[in-house]
């Protein structure tokens, strides 16, 4: 296992247009949490996943914003018609419990033209 | 709610020296988590120290040591004998309220002059 994984790297699409990113886990991790980074911020949480059920939303994730964590594996998290505002670095992360540190995973870097 | 303050966006220290950032944090929990993540340029994030709040005793890892002060919710990073490779942002980060979320600071850029 060679810790969290997500794609794409970079995606670029048009305003208005729908985007998914793919988010893979530890395998034994049961905690999946996805931030949003822009530049020169600290990350800024979004949601989390306990297995497959997704215990708390941040008030930043509108309603355009949707995440998924079929079976407890792998997570998605699409954002339909794209904004200039949703441009940013969105970072996956894991973990074993509650209280353990959360591995990292090189993030999806959304541009929006 | 909880916020976490690093009030120094940018610092420089010189190989081989030593170099300290603040972090301070206000939670409302008593019982919760502090962390110390470096993120490099392009490269992901990766944890540096962690320190329990109900341990009286400073966390050390290697050249990394925290001044965990509980009283002044402070807690600052120190980085001994510091290296090229030590160069990155780092974020100073709270996990508390139940352990459902951490909360980072904005991060200090370090810079490290040979």
């Known amino acids: 296992d060679t810790g969290v994984s997500q794609n794409p790297r970079h995606k670029i699409t048009k305003r208005g247009q729908n985007v998914t990113f793919r988010c893979d886990p530890i395998?034994?991790?049961?905690?999946l949490y996805w931030y949003r980074q822009t530049l020169g911020q600290g990350p800024e949480f979004l949601t989390y996943?306990?297995?497959?059920?997704?215990?708390?939303k941040s008030r930043l994730l509108s309603d355009r914003f949707s995440a998924e964590r079929p079976k407890g594996s792998f997570s998605t998290l699409e954002i339909q018609r794209t904004e200039q505002g949703d441009s940013a670095m969105y970072l996956c992360?894991?973990?074993?419990?509650?209280?353990?540190?959360?591995?990292f995973g090189d993030g999806t870097r959304l541009s929006i033209l | 709610a909880q916020t976490v303050t690093q009030s120094q966006p940018e610092m420089s220290v010189q190989e081989a020296e030593t170099v300290t950032l603040s972090c301070t944090y206000d939670t409302s929990e008593s019982d919760y988590y502090l962390f110390w993540y470096k993120q490099p340029p392009s490269r992901q994030m990766i944890l540096v120290i962690r320190q329990e709040a109900y341990k009286q005793q400073n966390a050390t890892e290697n050249r990394f040591s925290v001044n965990f002060q509980k009283a002044a919710k402070s807690f600052s990073l120190k980085i001994s004998d510091s290296q090229l490779g030590d160069a990155a942002m780092y974020f100073c980060?709270?996990?508390?309220?139940?352990?459902?979320?951490?909360?980072f600071g904005t991060g200090t850029k370090l810079q490290v002059i040979p």
């Open positions: 980060a709270c996990l508390s309220g139940g352990y459902q979320k951490v909360t």
């Open positions: 996943f306990q297995n497959e059920a997704q215990l708390e």
């Open positions: 992360a894991s973990s074993l419990s509650g209280t353990q540190p959360q591995h």
């Open positions: 395998s034994e991790h049961n905690r």
